[in-house]
T-cell receptor
């Protein structure tokens, strides 16, 4: 069965600083990988996804993520964080290599200081 | 992209009662899912809502506790039965469209 690990429960960065959120997955084949963001009181919004091809994927709001098969990782990055980026970030893997049933990591709460 | 709405957006219920959550998609979809997000936790898949047949439940979830209906290709309901404070969570429905899973805004349930 697939699994996702987000080792950082809580991260605090200063506005304007760079950000990297870690995600490690366990899946037997090429995974379908996703990053979602959940702002307070909001639903889940898809930031970006990876299925195949270029291992560096661009998403919305200036986020990018890099798929590294050798490390089973799919870390999320942003070069300059804005205060509005404060939210909960979830990494997820699709079961059976699809976007259907998703297994989520435990999430990383991002706090941005001014 | 699929637009999903849920009703109610939030509710406060007494233990022992039941609550039915509605999920409406703006287009016909084959698959619909229900997830639970307990306070401070990640999302856990409850079940797949199948149109015209019984829902498929994940390990740890049973039909008696979380009965699901899927009367057509745009609508589903999840009932949380005989509630206890441990059922206090956000319940979300979702559907895949192409290679992306879209989520409803969630229903925040508090059980007293």
């Amino acid at each position: 069965a697939q699994s996702v690990t987000q080792p950082d429960i809580h991260i605090t960065v200063s506005e304007g600083a760079s950000l990297e959120l870690r995600c490690n997955y366990s899946y037997g084949a090429t995974p379908y990988l996703f990053w979602y963001v959940q702002s307070p009181g909001q639903g889940l919004q898809l930031l970006l996804k990876y299925f195949s091809g270029d291992t560096l994927v661009q998403g919305i709001k200036g986020f990018e993520a890099e798929f590294k098969r050798s490390q089973s990782s799919f870390n999320l990055r942003k070069p300059s964080v804005h205060w509005s980026d404060a939210a909960e970030y979830f990494c997820a893997v699709g079961a059976g290599g699809t976007a259907s049933k998703l297994t989520f990591g435990t999430g990383t709460r991002l706090q941005v200081t001014l | 992209s699929a637009v999903i709405s849920q009703k109610p957006s939030r509710d406060i219920c007494q233990r022992g009662t039941s609550l039915t959550i509605q999920c409406q998609v703006d287009s016909q979809v084959t698959m619909m899912f229900w997830y639970r997000q307990q306070p401070g936790q990640s999302l856990t898949l409850i079940a797949t809502a199948n149109q015209g047949s019984e829902a498929t439940y994940e390990s740890g979830f049973v039909i008696d506790k979380f009965p699901i209906s899927r009367p057509n290709l745009t609508f589903s309901t999840l009932t949380v039965s005989n509630m206890s404070p441990e059922d206090s969570s956000i319940y979300l429905c979702s559907t895949p469209e192409g290679d992306t899973q879209y989520f409803g805004p969630g229903t925040r349930l508090t059980v007293l």
